[in-house]
């Protein structure tokens, strides 16, 4: 059997600041994403992996 991740979501505090550190310094490619519950953006580095930055908003 071969076993690979398939998501590995990373909580952060500020989802813009992240997705320019990992689209400008890594060169990751990026898609952004805006729900109710707050921002995420999945990337794809150069090997074809995938990432995925939460922002969740504030709770009211």
Do not use: C
Not at 13 to 27: C, E, I, M, P, S
Request: charged share 30%; net charge negative; no cysteine.
């Amino acid at each position: 059997m071969d076993w690979k991740i398939e998501l590995v979501p990373i909580p952060v505090t500020d989802v813009d600041r992240a997705k320019a550190f990992y689209v400008d310094q890594l060169g990751f490619h990026d898609d952004v994403n805006e729900q109710p519950w707050g921002r995420f953006v999945y990337f794809a580095d150069p090997d074809g992996n995938e990432w995925s930055l939460q922002q969740r908003l504030p709770d009211a």
